[in-house]
């Protein structure tokens, strides 16, 4: 008999002989089995069944290997055994094997799957679905999932079936890398493999979880097969088809997101409420609102619920839309439809109620409220959104003040009624509301307060409380307010109530009574510092006071502490200085606004520095340099302009103050009453009585603005006086009179002879009418005088010529310049060259002013830049923009807002956005104007009414060159509701008045739409040439021949002006194109007569096409045509691609007499449009855009083939024209055909 040491021997050598490659672990295993063996006891002498393990052992083959895979849990011992078979040459295993291992890897060694299936693959096995999905479900089972290893044996070797692509796309999801997934829809494409569900779901999840442009691909494709009908609609899985919009909507691709919806309808599967909030909600996040109104839409259709959250943001997007108003009835109309659902809840209230004040349209927010309170008392945030609306209201003027408080307090004793408590803060508007509303009010709400203890130890409850009092002249009731806070047994008020008293005190007059209030709250604070609020009261309460010493103090304080000075109370303390004549304080406080950017662009501080410094004439000085330094930043407010004005009348210098005015003119701010006092002040200083009656009569003309206050009436009454104008002088003193002026206030005073910066007043003001036959009368008074050596008046009739476009004048006046020594002259210079600029000649402007570089204002190259822009010279100004950069000039806001305008006028909207982008001064008006206009020309709404709001938030009040620009955009796109909000928002919130400018827009939208009788309407009895000339376009374009006739005789009726003469050449055209487009050619022929007896010629159209390098220009059958047979090639190509495309000439725009239709259809096909684009398709590489203007407006015949054009070559080109810009793609135009 054996001994059991031996046997356990013997096991060890069988180990060794039968595992001569194991590993080392192995042996120590065995080396274990033996000494287990030894030190037991010995046992009975019959043995134990062998394990599966030992069996093979044993006697090693495939099947005792397979069984042990299947019954040793072993990890280690598994694959030993597998080692051992696949290096046993004698074994040769099959699939069962590999699929046995892999098993076992699933459950005990996932990581080892892919060198089980490698070795499967060098021994030459066959893989089928089953052995691969098993591999799969192994590297499934590690973690992380074995994603690479899967992915690259099915390249290797995977079966392209069903099971296999579902499986190895599930792992790629697992491990969180969707993307090799991606590529399997193209195996099972090609595969012909059947789209199973579980298929279909894992390739739309991987879509989803990828979050990449090829996610959204494969995405697209799988909505096609589904379109197609190669894969299924599975109707009950509708997170395929969520998962399939969230790929595409990762890639900003929503209108494919949208088109999943039809898609499914299509192939019978209705979207579920879950669908379409998934889609709805993510366009609304990504500002879609168009689509996601689209999709509300047929949610609403299909009657598929809403939820309240998503309906909330879809109002919340909507009040910030272009058409807000629009969009919000919509989402009303559908709240009305379901009120259980969305009016009866707070959330959907709250959201409708806010939004509908967020447009202005009370009403309707009054409704939604009225609606919600008729269910059930609502819940406080209802109330609140309510009374906030009626309070914004309150402050924003959308209706009399008095009419939206009174309803606020109204809310407000409905939710005391019901028993809703109230929010501080809301409490708190609502008090400040009724600031100088009505003292009653105040009382009951500081009733309602007193009873809620908590409101009244708010502190800025209590300090709305102490102002709202002292603004109804409450001022002991806002002491008493006040002193009950103060209470012994109280916590010490802040420093809000404190200030709130303090600057009652101030606006009271009671200064002592605010200084011991001061004195009071500096005892009772436990910090040695003040806050902003503080300070700010403080200062404005000693400068008020005339207590310069403690004002500068505390000042000097701040100044330490590194507190932002509020401008207003700079602008009081510097009031404070120059009424005690403290010279030193300031020049300290000048020197501390002059360190802090912002308040040297405060105007309130800029125009109390120049007040100040204008007392004395060698103070002067620094007032022009703050004024200076306050211009260079861009356009300030009138209050600043005004005090300019009145610091050079107050010293004689009535030329410097109409500079002042005529640049404040420039830059488009409006005047007002002191404005005209400030001028009529100057005139008098100097007796230029003729010039302050053109004064008055241009404020009365051009902004209603007649002399009104005391100052002003005695101020142009002396000035009538002293001229001898005693009709003029008797009925002001009457209207004075009536007016209740006492007589004692009257004062007569002689006039002083004209001198010659008088009389170049005088100049300028013809030259802004551009009389030129006034001009030169006075030209000749000039030179009889011997005014003509002085540079004031040598620039005023230079400037005056070039606003008359004289250029031969202007040439005049240069020569003059010359002669007598001006030229060294800044304001000559800058004249000649702004001369030359508006009389079409840059190439002069721009010499002069490189030669006079040393004395020129650098914004003087606005003029030349602007006139290369109206001339589309765009390799000069890309030029000139190179030397503006080298020579640091793009740092003055004037230059880079004519680049900005310059650009646009030349299609490069592009260049014009990066030079906004990039300015390096800070923006004034005019700039934002420059580019609000550039986008208005080429129909961006959008972006025009989003730098508007960019405007608004940087601080800059809009002027009515603003509003052209926003009315002119609307004219562009057709959008007349949104034209009349802007008109109605710049005449309340901005009080600018609607003048001509503005009327033609709205006059040019009514006619767009068709509404001929509105547009006539509109007009009324003006005289304004443009707007008949604009109705009398839509005649054409509506064919309203007989209006077109009535409005033509209008125009030809109207008095006689420059501005009525340039435009009637065009207006005979027009009347012969609508004749020639209904047959009328004797009308035609009539027309033309009358021109050539009136001396009017047509101007011949132009179009200039801008090349990089150069502009080429062409006119109708141009020479070039005859002398170039590479145009007339690339013409005769264009034309046989327009003809093969259905083109055919429009003989209807022929407005003279040819001898047949074939000259005529040649004549229509040689336009200067059309051999400018043909001479471009040969010049520019294929794709490239093709930019040209036109001097005249767009023929409809060039219209309709340049759209083709654009079509057949895959090219944008743009063209301006007289009225607007044309941007050609795709066969479509940006003018919607209406131009």
């Not at 194991?22 to 287990?36: E, F, L, S, V």
């Not at 494709?221 to 919009?245: M, T």
């Not at 609140?384 to 309150?394: E, K, P």
Request: glycine share 6%; net charge neutral.
């Amino acid at each position: 008999m054996t001994s059991p040491g031996r046997r356990a021997r013997a096991t060890a050598a069988q180990l060794q002989r039968l595992l001569p490659h194991a590993a080392t672990g192995w042996w120590h295993r065995a080396t274990w089995a033996r000494r287990r063996l030894v030190s037991s006891r010995p046992g009975p002498r019959h043995q134990a069944p062998l394990s599966a393990y030992q069996a093979f052992l044993r006697s090693p083959s495939v099947p005792l290997a397979v069984r042990a895979l299947k019954h040793d849990a072993d990890p280690q011992a598994g694959w030993d055994v597998f080692q051992h078979v696949v290096s046993s040459p004698a074994l040769a295993p099959r699939i069962p094997f590999f699929q046995a291992m892999l098993m076992f890897c699933r459950r005990r060694l996932p990581g080892k799957a892919p060198d089980v299936l490698r070795a499967a693959l060098d021994r030459g096995v066959a893989v089928n679905d089953t052995l691969f999905c098993t591999f799969v479900g192994a590297c499934r089972a590690a973690d992380p999932p074995l994603c690479q290893d899967v992915v690259d044996l099915y390249a290797r070797c995977g079966p392209r079936s069903h099971n296999v692509i579902a499986s190895v796309a599930n792992v790629c999801r697992l491990a969180k890398q969707p993307g090799p997934a991606l590529g399997l829809l193209q195996d099972a494409v090609d595969g012909d493999v059947e789209f199973g569900e579980v298929l279909t779901s894992v390739l739309s999840a991987c879509c989803a979880d990828a979050r990449s442009a090829a996610g959204a691909d494969v995405a697209q494709r799988l909505v096609d097969l589904v379109r197609s009908g190669r894969i299924p609609a599975y109707a009950h899985n509708q997170a395929i088809f969520g998962n399939l919009i969230k790929a595409l909507l990762s890639q900003a691709r929503f209108d494919a997101a949208v088109d999943v919806t039809s898609v499914m309808e299509g192939v019978g599967v209705a979207p579920s409420s879950v669908t379409y909030t998934l889609l709805l909600s993510s366009l609304i996040r990504a500002a879609q609102l168009s689509l996601a109104m689209s999709v509300f839409e047929r949610m609403a259709g299909r009657r598929v619920a809403v939820g309240v959250p998503v309906f909330a943001s879809l109002v919340a997007a909507c009040k910030r839309a272009d058409d807000a108003r629009r969009h919000l009835a919509v989402l009303y109309d559908h709240a009305l439809a379901n009120p259980a659902l969305l009016l009866h809840d707070d959330f959907a209230a709250c959201s409708l109620i806010s939004a509908f004040d967020a447009v202005g349209h009370l009403a309707t927010a009054e409704a939604v409220f009225a609606r919600r309170c008729a269910a059930s008392v609502p819940d406080a945030p209802v109330f609140m959104a309510m009374m906030t609306a009626y309070v914004r209201h309150s402050r924003s003027g959308g209706r009399p003040a008095g009419d939206v408080v009174g309803k606020a307090l109204s809310v407000f004793a409905s939710m005391v009624e019901h028993g809703v408590p109230v929010d501080g803060r809301a409490f708190t508007a609502l008090v400040s509301a009724c600031r100088g509303y009505s003292l009653p009010a105040v009382q009951r709400l500081h009733d309602y307060a007193t009873g809620s203890p908590a409101l009244l130890d708010d502190d800025f409850v209590v300090s709305a409380f102490i102002s709202a009092y002292a603004d109804c002249d409450a001022i002991v009731a806002a002491e008493q307010t006040f002193q009950a806070r103060c209470a012994s047994g109280r916590p010490a008020p802040g420093e809000c109530v404190f200030s709130a008293m303090v600057a009652a005190y101030t606006r009271h007059g009671m200064f002592d009574e605010g200084m011991r209030a001061f004195e009071a709250f500096r005892a009772s604070s436990s910090s040695s510092s003040l806050s902003v609020e503080a300070h700010t009261t403080a200062l404005s309460l000693f400068s008020k006071a005339g207590r310069i010493a403690q004002a500068m103090s505390v000042f000097e304080t701040a100044l330490r502490q590194g507190v932002r000075v509020d401008g207003r109370v700079v602008a009081e303390l510097v009031t404070a200085c120059r009424r005690g004549s403290c010279r030193a304080s300031l020049d300290q406080v000048h020197r501390h606004a002059s360190d802090r950017a912002y308040l040297m662009q405060d105007d309130r501080v800029v125009s109390a520095l120049i007040a100040a410094y204008s007392c004395t004439v060698e103070s002067l000085a620094v007032a022009e340099q703050v004024f200076a330094r306050r211009r260079a930043v861009g356009a300030p407010g009138v209050v600043v302009f005004n005090a300019m004005i009145s610091a050079y009348g107050g010293h004689g210098r009535l030329a410097n103050a109409t500079a002042v005015f005529d640049d404040l003119k420039g830059v488009g701010v409006p005047p007002n009453d002191v404005t005209l006092c400030s001028l009529l002040s100057a005139c008098n200083q100097v007796g230029a009585v003729r010039l302050a009656m053109s004064i008055v009569d241009e404020f009365e003309r051009a902004w209603r603005i007649p002399p009104r206050s005391l100052e002003t009436c005695t101020t142009l009454l002396s000035l009538y006086s002293r001229g001898d104008c005693l009709a003029e002088a008797f009925a002001l003193l009457d209207a004075m009179v009536q007016s209740g002026t006492p007589i004692e206030t009257l004062v007569f005073c002689g006039l002083a002879d004209a001198a010659p910066p008088a009389f170049a007043c005088v100049v300028a003001a013809y030259g802004r009418l551009s009389l030129a036959a006034d001009l030169r009368r006075l030209h000749r008074v000039a030179e009889s005088k011997a005014f003509l050596s002085d540079a004031f008046v040598v620039s005023a009739l230079a400037a005056s010529y070039g606003r008359c476009a004289d250029w031969a004048s202007v040439r005049a006046m240069h020569d003059v310049a010359r002669r007598h020594g001006l030229m060294g002259d800044g304001g000559v210079v800058n004249a000649l060259i702004s001369a030359y600029g508006q009389c079409g000649d840059p190439g002069t402007a721009e010499r002069l002013f490189v030669e006079g570089r040393s004395t020129a204002d650098p914004s003087a190259l606005s003029t030349v830049v602007a006139a290369y822009g109206r001339l589309s010279q765009l390799a000069d100004l890309r030029r000139l923009h190179q030397v503006a950069a080298e020579e640091s000039l793009l740092a003055q806001v004037a230059v880079v807002s004519a680049f900005i305008s310059s650009y646009a006028q030349c299609g490069q909207l592009a260049e014009s956005e990066r030079l906004f982008r990039d300015l390096a001064a800070t923006p004034d008006t005019s700039t934002f104007n420059a580019m609000i206009a550039a986008y208005s020309h080429h129909a961006r709404l959008t972006s025009a009414l989003d730098t508007y709001e960019r405007l608004q938030r940087a601080g800059l009040k809009p002027n009515d060159v603003t509003l052209v620009s926003l009315l002119t955009a609307c004219s562009h796109v057709g959008d007349l509701q949104r034209a009349l909000a802007i008109t109605a928002e710049f005449t309340t919130a901005w009080g600018i008045r609607v003048d001509a400018r503005h009327t033609n827009c709205l006059v040019d939208l009514h006619a767009r739409m068709g509404n001929l009788d509105e547009a006539e309407r509109f007009i009324g009895d003006a005289s304004d040439v443009t707007s008949w000339m604009t109705v009398l376009g839509a005649c054409r374009k509506h064919d309203d021949l007989a209006r077109a006739e009535r409005v033509f005789a209008t125009i030809l009726s109207l008095p006689d002006s420059p501005d009525v003469l340039s435009h009637l050449p065009a207006a005979y055209v027009l009347m012969s194109n609508v004749y020639a487009a209904n047959g009328r050619l004797a009308d035609v022929q009539r027309l033309r007569r009358a021109m050539r007896a009136r001396g009017l010629t047509k101007v011949p159209g132009q179009t200039s096409l801008l090349l990089p390098d150069r502009t080429v220009r062409f006119v109708c059958d141009d020479d070039r045509y005859r002398s170039d047979a590479g145009l007339r090639d690339a013409h005769g190509r264009m034309l046989e691609d327009l003809r093969a495309s259905g083109y055919t000439p429009d003989l209807g725009v022929v407005t003279r007499r040819t001898s047949s239709a074939d000259e005529a259809r040649a004549s229509v096909c040689r336009h200067s449009e059309k051999l400018a684009i043909a001479y471009a398709l040969a010049a520019l590489a294929p794709g490239e855009p093709i930019y040209a203007t036109n001097n005249l407006r767009v023929c409809p015949d060039c219209h309709e083939a340049t759209k083709r054009v654009s079509a057949l070559y895959a090219r944008d080109i743009y063209i301006r024209d007289a009225n607007r810009h044309h941007h050609f793609r795709d066969g479509h135009c940006s003018c919607g055909d209406y131009w």
